[in-house]
């Protein structure tokens, strides 16, 4: 059975990725996160690590950023990819089964020590749900992060909403 593309990988990377389930999910064990509440004990899911992807996919020496993109609601986060690439895990499933909306899935993103919200580049506002598409570029992409505290509310309570 084809499954669909879950993750895209490309922009400046040798080899781009358009992975399913079952690419993410056939990711040799050593490299898989089994329970990502190791990191986050509020969390839960199985992920494979973000670096493991970078490898297959080989960033161009001139890539400095990374790209987060979540189409589904349109949110966007760049980061320094030195900083990111040993931290990231890209969780894909709970159990046998793909993760779901409520989770932030199909994928969702989590930064495996990330700082409180607007207090760095790995901060908690960086764990993207939904997300598409990893694109690394040259200079710094798109950041819809919110600035301050005002918009980061307005930010959860629509979040909120749209989940009722
Ligand atoms: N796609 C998407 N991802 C997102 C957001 C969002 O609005 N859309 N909010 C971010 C922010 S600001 C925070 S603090 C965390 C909150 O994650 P949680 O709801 O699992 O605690 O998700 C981040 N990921
Ligand atoms: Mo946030």
């Given at each position: ?63 400095n ?38 989770q932030?899935?199909?994928?969702r ?7 409180a ?11 993207v749900k939904y ?5 690394l ?7 819809t ?20």
């Amino acid at each position: 059975m084809d499954r669909p593309t879950l993750l895209l990988i490309d922009g400046a990377v040798e080899h781009s990725l358009s992975l399913t389930f079952d690419d993410l999910a056939s990711v040799p064990e050593s490299d898989q996160v089994p329970d990502v509440s190791r990191y986050h004990p509020s969390r839960a899911g199985t992920g494979v690590m973000l670096e493991t992807l970078l490898e297959r996919a080989k960033p161009l020496p001139d890539a400095n950023y990374l790209t987060l993109h979540a189409d589904r609601d349109d949110f966007h986060v760049s980061i320094p990819l030195a900083l990111v690439r040993q931290e990231g895990i890209v969780v894909y499933r709970l159990g046998n089964t793909p993760l779901a909306t409520a989770q932030g899935g199909p994928i969702r993103f989590l930064i495996r020590d990330p700082t409180a919200c607007h207090t760095g580049e790995l901060d908690d506002c960086a764990n993207v749900k939904y997300l598409s598409r990893i694109e690394l570029t040259v200079r710094r992409g798109r950041d819809t992060r919110p600035a301050d505290e005002a918009a980061h509310a307005a930010l959860h309570a629509a979040e909120k909403d749209s989940a009722k």
